[in-house]
């Protein structure tokens, strides 16, 4: 196997912070961290009060099954 080969394969499954999962799949926290606790999305804590991580195949396999965007109505300007 090519050394590019072994560095993308490695680069596939790795943990991923809340922050990161923000920023690679698009999603507010909000929604992250309520898959994280219904079990939508697969993550783990080493200890009590640690950040909890996912796996990046868990965060891609969620996004591809629909996971929201957003929740929140969007605010309307001001009538004038």
Not at 38 to 64: E, I, K, M, S
Request: hydrophobic content about 35%; overall charge positive.
């Amino acid at each position: 196997m090519s050394q590019h080969a072994t560095q993308t394969a490695e680069q596939a499954d790795y943990w991923m912070t809340v922050s990161q999962i923000r920023q690679h799949a698009s999603r507010g926290r909000n929604h992250i961290r309520e898959a994280m606790r219904t079990g939508a999305l697969p993550a783990a804590q080493n200890y009590v009060g640690c950040t909890w991580r996912a796996l990046r195949t868990d965060v891609d396999a969620w996004v591809a099954n629909g996971a929201p965007t957003s929740t929140r109505p969007r605010r309307r300007g001001r009538a004038a």
